[in-house]
C-alpha cells in the first residue's frame, strides 16, 4: 500500500501558515510506552514556568487553564531526549563521509525506488506543481524516515514538554512548539497524548515539527487527509525553491585559497562566481553540457567537514539553501541531494532498461 498519508491520528487537515523545519530526521531509541510519575513529574506542573504556560494558552487561545495543567500533568520528562538533543561533546569529530555512509545506502535506495514506483503519479504532480523534482521529495522522506519505517518512538508531548522547560538552550523555542502542537490536537480533534515522533517532537514521515505541520501539511489529493508528498513540495517552495535550478556546484580551490572568510559568512547564498575568485574558488569542469550559474547568480562555499581527512567543499546555490530550511545542516543537506540523485540515476537506468 502506497506510504501517502499520516498516521491515521493525522488525517484531519488544518489550516493555518507559520512554519519552523524539523529538528532532526527520527533516529531514536523506543522510549517507554507509559513510564511512571516520578516526584519530580508530579511537581512538574506546580512550576512558575509551566504555570506562566498554562495562563499563555488560556489567554492567547483560549484552552481552559485546568485542561492544560492536566495534560501537562501527565506528561513525563525524559532524560533520553535532553540526553540525545545535546550537542557532541567538544572532542567529537564531524565526517561527511561517515554521516553520508548512514543514508547513501542499499536498503535506503532499495526503499526509495519501491516508493516512488508507488506514487510515481502523485510525485510527477507534487513536481508540476510546486516546482521541485520528484526525486528531491522521495530523497527527503528517505533522509527522515526510511519512508516510514522510522517514524520515531517518544511521546510527543512528553518530548516537547520536556525540551520547552528542561532545555534552557532552546526553551523558547519548543515552548512555541509545545504551543502549536496543542493547537494542532485541537484543530485535529486527536488525542495529544496518543501521537508519537522524534525526540525533538517531530511528527509523521516528512517529520514535520508542530509549526510546520499546521503550516504546510496539504490535503494534496482532495481525500481530506494530510499528503506528505505535496506537503515536502509545499515546504520547500514555500521556503524560495527555484523551479528548474541547481542544488550545488562542484568547486576548484587553489593551493594558497583562503577559504575562512567564506566559510564564516554561512550557508545562505551571497557571493557571485566573481566575488569567490578573489579568494582562490573558481569552478570546476563538469561536462560541456553541464549548466553554469549566471554571473548573478549567488552561491556560497559550502565545508563538509571529514574529521582528520581533507574536507570536501562545494558551491551550494538558492536550492541547497532551501533545503537546509527543512533541517539546518549542510551534511543533512547534501545527503537528501546525493540520495536524490543516486535515486533518480537508479530509475532512469531501470526503466530505460525495460524499453
Avoid at 111 to 131: C, H, K, P, Q, S
Avoid at 138 to 153: A, D, H, K, L, Q
Avoid at 158 to 182: H, I, K, S, V, W
Avoid at 288 to 313: G, R, S, W
Wanted: no cysteine; aromatic share 10%; hydrophobic share 45%.
Amino acid at each position: 500500500m502506497p506510504l501517502i498519508v499520516f498516521a491515521a491520528a493525522l488525517a484531519a487537515l488544518p489550516p493555518d501558515v507559520a512554519a519552523q523545519p524539523a529538528a532532526a530526521p527520527a533516529a531514536a531509541p523506543a522510549s517507554p510506552a507509559s513510564p511512571a510519575a516520578s516526584q519530580e513529574d508530579k511537581q512538574f506542573v506546580a512550576r512558575a514556568d509551566v504555570q506562566a504556560f498554562v495562563r499563555e494558552m488560556a489567554e492567547r487561545h483560549g484552552f481552559a487553564e485546568d485542561e492544560v495543567t492536566q495534560l501537562l500533568s501527565r506528561a513525563r520528562r525524559s532524560t533520553d531526549v535532553l540526553r540525545l538533543i545535546s550537542p557532541p561533546a567538544p572532542t567529537f569529530k564531524r565526517s561527511w563521509a561517515a554521516y553520508r555512509a548512514r543514508f547513501i545506502e542499499p536498503v535506503r535506495i532499495r526503499a526509495g525506488l519501491r516508493f516512488w514506483d508507488e506514487n510515481a503519479d502523485a510525485l510527477t504532480r507534487a513536481a508540476a506543481e510546486y516546482g521541485v523534482p520528484e526525486e528531491v521529495i522521495v530523497g527527503i522522506i528517505g533522509v527522515e524516515t526510511i519512508y516510514g519505517r522510522n517514524t520515531g518512538s517518544f511521546r510527543v508531548v512528553d518530548a516537547l514538554a520536556t525540551l520547552a522547560f528542561d532545555y534552557p538552550r532552546r526553551a523558547d523555542y519548543f515552548r512555541g512548539e509545545l504551543e502549536q502542537y496543542l493547537l494542532y490536537a485541537r484543530e485535529s480533534k486527536i488525542d495529544p497524548m496518543s501521537v508519537r515522533g522524534s525526540f525533538a517532537g517531530a511528527i509523521g514521515l516528512p517529520q514535520f515539527m508542530p509549526r510546520s505541520l499546521r503550516a504546510f501539511a496539504t490535503d494534496f489529493d482532495g481525500d481530506g487527509r494530510i499528503d506528505l508528498r505535496g506537503s515536502v513540495a509545499k515546504f520547500l517552495q514555500m521556503h524560495g525553491w527555484q523551479r528548474g535550478g541547481r542544488t550545488h556546484y562542484a568547486v576548484r580551490m587553489a593551493p594558497d585559497a583562503g577559504v575562512a572568510p567564506l566559510v564564516d559568512a554561512g550557508i545562505e547564498p551571497r557571493f557571485t562566481v566573481a566575488e569567490l575568485e578573489p579568494y582562490g574558488v573558481k569552478l570546476a569542469a563538469t561536462g560541456v553540457d553541464a549548466p553554469m550559474p549566471a554571473a548573478d547568480e549567488k552561491l556560497a562555499l559550502i565545508d563538509l567537514p571529514n574529521a582528520d581527512d581533507p574536507t570536501t567543499f562545494l558551491l551550494g546555490a538558492q536550492n541547497f539553501y532551501v533545503v537546509t530550511r527543512y533541517n539546518r545542516s549542510s551534511f543533512y543537506a547534501m545527503a537528501v541531494i546525493e540520495l536524490a540523485e543516486t535515486l533518480k540515476a537508479q530509475r532512469v537506468a531501470r526503466l530505460q532498461a525495460a524499453r
